[in-house]
């Protein structure tokens, strides 16, 4: 197998505002694993506040040495080789991963959701994330997007959080998620919130306490008249089992998780633990887009607009039609390059 | 899909003696999956004591329309269809996941573990069961496969279970695993027993007490020198939570589970939550077998052996080769007609 890399710095077609901070590019990494003639395609995408960088994962995988495995198939030896080089440098190891699911299923001549015995048919809507922006701003977003999903998600951890839905609410009727990405404090306020965000048709919430802070997750979670989901408080496989009974459900991330075989153990430990699973996504390419889009049809919720934000994509894979996610039916992850 | 099946019954090499009887044949039933051309083999086999029978399953696989799915990939919704038919016949259900899993492998070209990621060098060694017997059959039928097996498995749960294993320490100073059946009633003498056998260079012991008494079992494993094994307290996905902290590992069956794909969900759900992992079997021909041991690379245990105690065995599959299990290279399940 010959492993080869190189950065691709994704640019955003529009600022980037979440409660963190503001940007207008995404650096990546874009794999490469060529076996018998047949390649697969991976990447890294590495938010700069999530602490990988193109220096770090060109680091991680200058380090890997594929050759002293002759079978791409034997992914669970590869993967825990990989995972064994350093600890974190999930999303280095997310694009390895990708890439090695690209690879076998164009091997095997389908695309892996097919080989996870899923029906393409049952993949969820996508929701399209509005980010954070002064209400003129928001309400423009929204009215950029409305007629092509069935439900939007919007950003909240601002200063003024109820602003935000009000100005979306103001342009359209459609049924809203939030993500508040940790920014509450006040569990009581946070429940308070919710209880009016339910009112204007929020259906679910993402992460509205700190990460560590199971116990008012637990709290909120009780009482909520909405599903909490974790993100931030869920990276790995290790990090499901403690998050039952705390929240309602998970949103699992290939960036976060190394990749889609950890991810397709974790929706089974989910659904195992009567925990909902959701698939989110960085802003990315539709090579990863198009990965986490494979373990759609068993997620209750998907967010997989990473690559509608970016103007500088190489792939074409998994497509939105009227909200819905639409798997190609071209093997491994479903990409070809344009 | 066309779907065909047939009764098959299973001729014992030797008498079968266990906890709860004796007898000389098991009842199966052979079922085919024939979808362009490509047939997938697949098998029920329903020890009396067990509660499936060839009339149940026949019935139950009567029931089955299997035409109202076009493609026979798509298992996730297919086998919830046969899981939705009737609650139990769990054997007759793992027939038709098990030729599911045969013809979409023959279709993919490739066998299960690899498709699943898996290395077949990986594989355990299996162990070989001794039934209860007098202490000169137990001592003939020890001294019979001595040389071909790493590892024995002693049936106890009789009147006197220390002079089984001192008949078969007499003539083989093998590994040994014990198999209680549930037959023991008493913790307190469980775990004296346990010492001994631990002193008798027994490495693991099954099912000590009955299957209900979780309170017992999580009791004996906090003190047992020897790690417990739960059989007849797991039988599916759903039963395998609740055995966290009360025994060591799970064996699963894929005539308890109804079938691979739930097997495989169970190893990782094992996995995630600190259980170890042993594959069983009925008494089965190399159908059956061949199809658990696709998954015997992620096991800790393997005791699949059911096919070499029958004498009309339909098949070739898993071989055996210095005790340790080795996978054949066929697709799907891994066998050919004999």
């Not at 791409?72 to 825990?80: A, G, N, T, V």
């Not at 103001?170 to 508040?180: E, F, G, I, K, R």
Request: proline fraction near 5%.
């Amino acid at each position: 197998m010959q492993l080869r890399f190189y950065p691709y710095v994704l640019k955003l077609a529009h600022e980037f505002a979440v409660a963190a901070g503001s940007r207008s590019v995404t650096p990546g990494v874009q794999v490469e694993i060529e076996y018998e003639g047949v390649t697969g395609y991976g990447e890294a995408s590495m938010p700069p506040y999530l602490g990988e960088s193109i220096e770090s994962v060109v680091s991680f995988l200058q380090q890997l040495d594929l050759n002293r495995f002759s079978d791409p198939f034997c992914m669970e030896d590869i993967l825990h080789y990989v995972d064994d080089v350093a600890v974190g440098n999930a999303a280095a190891k997310a694009s390895v991963d990708i890439a090695l699911h690209d690879l076998t299923g164009k091997l095997m001549g389908l695309p892996w959701h097919k080989i996870w015995g899923l029906d393409a048919a049952s993949a969820p809507c996508t929701t399209y994330t509005i980010g954070m922006g002064t209400p003129e701003v928001v309400k423009e977003k929204v009215l950029e997007v409305e007629g092509r999903f069935r439900v939007l998600k919007v950003k909240l951890g601002s200063d003024d959080d109820r602003a935000l839905v009000r100005s979306v609410r103001a342009v359209t009727s459609l049924p809203l998620t939030v993500d508040v990405n940790q920014g509450w404090r006040d569990r009581q306020k946070a429940l308070d919130d919710i209880a009016w965000l339910a009112e204007q048709g929020v259906m679910m919430v993402e992460q509205p306490l700190p990460k560590d802070r199971l116990d008012d997750l637990a709290w909120l979670t009780e009482r909520s008249p909405l599903p909490i989901f974790a993100d931030e408080s869920v990276q790995r496989l290790a990090d499901v089992r403690r998050l039952e009974g705390v929240v309602s459900g998970i949103n699992i991330k290939l960036m976060k998780c190394t990749g889609m075989r950890e991810a397709w153990k974790m929706v089974n430990l989910a659904r195992a633990l009567g925990l909902k699973v959701m698939l989110g996504c960085m802003t990315e390419t539709s090579c990863a887009v198009s990965a986490a889009a494979q373990l759609s049809p068993m997620a209750d919720y998907a967010d997989l607009d990473g690559n509608l934000l970016i103007s500088n994509d190489p792939f074409r894979g998994m497509q939105v039609k009227d909200g819905k996610i639409v798997l190609a039916s071209a093997p491994g992850i479903g990409i070809m390059k344009v």
